[in-house]
């Protein structure tokens, strides 16, 4: 092989043997931590979403998710991540078609009439948006051990056309929690 | 001064390039995948359905097409649209040529009010027709056109293979155009050009130019509302009145009395369908008339029938409606709270009492329903 031939090679070589070696360093040593009981981890109730029906432009929908920390330590970031089971034009109409927000709570929502209240201080973590796809939530801050009381809000827009009448769509929704680096 | 000339192992060289690439992608992505997961917490809030109304709330115009006239005291008289329905009732056009042409036709705009956006399962165009003389033949295809811009949808038959053709005889012909009416909203903006020929260029008479549609939620009929016989290449338009404030209306086959009377009205029947199960939350209707001799005054009230069923009355012979003694014509707009129900506003016939002070006729440019409802 001559010296040209070689060096032709190197370069794509390099390159593997740093991102192997980064990909190695940025791996946990140990797999437990993701199991284990003190792991911080997400969880979401309830485990589904009461069905939405009969919407017309301009109606909002409103279901209340409590997202818990377990574990100690704390999430770097948060996403929610809608996926669309049964797609329609609700889902693929992003001008017209259903959108997303969600709001915390500092306190646990309240019932009240046809809406929810919030006795505590509202933060705006998702503003409105598309219904499907991912997102991250801002001003979450969420620790260990708390709970941040969410609420769904889905709308569809008062302008949206009759083209949308008569339209099902069956959503997923998820929420992945990034763990921020232990110091 | 580069040589063309190539080392033997060159083809060798990029494959091997490409090799350590790929390899370095995949570990790059198989390392930075396991390293996010196991950084990353996933909590499944679960699924759900979300779902529209079949149909928005909305309101919806109908309009009459099928007129009864008792205005002289006597029987009543079929006024209702000729090209509406298959009664025998015939309408005859002008002179078609033996042989088709391009600039010989006739165009049918139908009435919409359907509510908007609803798919279209299927379309039908109805044409029945005879030649005008039972020794002829005639024959014709048609196009689907917009109405609103003429905009050319698509072609049934052609002047060497023509949808349907008559020797004689009455020919009832359907013509499929669900290829082109996909939806309401190309249902309520339709137009359908008919070209003709007559063997002894002679007119063609008709007796039904209608369409029928299908969607998931109602059936229902469009009935022509424009009229335009170009069969000699030059147009001649017929509007059926009450449709719109345009100037073109409808006058009473009899002379009326100074005083109402239970046997002098005019009945009229919209072409209204509503889908069953929907939720009505208004309906009202809108009457434009004047006397058709200026100087007369004439007034008018009116009674709402579920079918046959007296369901309300507005206004009455001591206190009409209104009344109008100029030579313009007047629109009321009466709110109909009685029609509450899908089978009242599918069955709803009004009943229009009226007099008029010169012992004469009236002139009724306008019946228009207008129903507001939602299908859930």
Same mark, same amino acid.
């Given at each position: ?183 | ?19 350590? *690439? ?10 930075? @995948? $396991?390293?996010? #997961?196991?950084? !990353?917490?996933? &909590? /499944? ?105 003429? *905009? ?10 023509? @949808? $349907?053709?008559? #020797?004689?005889? !009455?020919?009832? &012909? /359907? ?118 001799? $200026? ?82």
């Amino acid at each position: 092989m001559s010296v040209r031939r070689l060096a032709s090679v190197v370069p794509p070589l390099a390159l593997s043997a740093a991102t192997l070696a980064l990909g190695t360093a940025a791996a946990p040593g140990k797999a437990p931590s993701v199991s284990g009981h003190r792991a911080l981890r997400l969880v979401a109730k309830p485990g589904g979403i009461a069905p939405a029906l009969l919407l017309a432009p301009g109606d909002r929908v409103q279901r209340l998710v409590e997202l818990r920390a377990r574990g100690r330590g704390h999430f770097a970031a948060v996403y929610l991540s809608v996926r669309i089971r049964r797609t329609s034009r609700l889902a693929r109409d992003r001008r017209h078609g259903l959108q997303v927000q969600l709001r915390s709570c500092s306190r646990r929502w309240r019932h009240r009439g046809r809406s929810y209240a919030c006795d505590g201080k509202i933060r705006v973590v998702l503003s409105r948006r598309p219904l499907a796809g991912r997102s991250r939530l801002v001003r979450l801050g969420l620790v260990g051990g708390h709970t941040a009381h969410l609420k769904l809000v889905v709308r569809l827009p008062g302008a949206s056309t009759r083209a949308l009448a008569g339209q099902t769509t069956r959503v997923v929704y998820s929420f992945a929690g990034v763990r921020a680096p232990r110091r | 001064m580069r040589s063309g000339h190539r080392a033997p192992d060159a083809g060798l060289r990029r494959p091997v390039r490409w090799g350590v *690439a790929v390899g370095a992608a995949l570990a790059m992505f198989v390392t930075t @995948s $396991a390293a996010l #997961a196991a950084f !990353t917490s996933l &909590a /499944t809030g679960g699924g759900g359905s979300l779902s529209t109304q079949r149909i928005f709330a909305g309101t919806r115009s109908a309009w009459p097409s099928d007129v009864r006239d008792a205005s002289g005291g006597g029987a009543e008289t079929n006024s209702s649209d000729v090209l509406s329905y298959a009664d025998a009732l015939t309408v005859t056009t002008k002179s078609w040529s033996s042989g088709f042409g391009t600039t010989r036709f006739d165009d049918f705009d139908f009435s919409g009010g359907r509510p908007a956006g609803v798919a279209v399962t299927s379309a039908t165009f109805n044409f029945t027709f005879a030649p005008s003389r039972t020794n002829d033949d005639a024959c014709f295809y048609i196009e689907v056109r917009r109405a609103s811009t003429n *905009a050319l949808l698509g072609t049934h038959g052609s002047s060497g293979s023509p @949808s $349907a053709c008559s #020797a004689g005889t !009455t020919v009832s &012909a /359907t013509v499929s155009v669900s290829a082109e009416v996909t939806s309401t909203d190309i249902a309520n903006d339709l137009r359908i050009r008919v070209y003709a020929n007559n063997s002894t260029n002679r007119p063609l008479k008709i007796d039904l130019a209608s369409v029928t549609l299908t969607t998931p939620w109602f059936a229902t009929s469009l009935l022509e509302k424009r009229w335009d016989d170009e069969a000699n290449a030059a147009a001649a338009v017929v509007l059926w009145p009450f449709v719109a404030t345009e100037g073109t209306a409808y006058t009473t086959v009899g002379n009326l009395a100074t005083a109402f009377s239970a046997t002098r009205y005019v009945r009229f029947t919209p072409n209204q369908v509503v889908p069953t199960g929907a939720s009505i939350s208004s309906a009202q209707t809108q009457f434009a008339y004047k006397s058709a001799t $200026a100087g007369d005054t004439t007034c008018w009230y009116f009674e709402v029938y579920n079918g046959a069923t007296l369901i309300g009355t507005h206004g009455s012979s001591t206190t009409p409606v209104s009344c109008n003694a100029t030579s313009s014509y007047v629109t009321n707009t009466v709110s109909l709270p009685e029609v509450n129900s899908v089978t009242a506003a599918n069955n709803l016939v009004l009943k229009v009492y009226l007099r008029n002070s010169g012992l004469r006729k009236a002139s009724v440019e306008l019946v228009q329903v207008d129903l507001t409802y939602r299908l859930d």
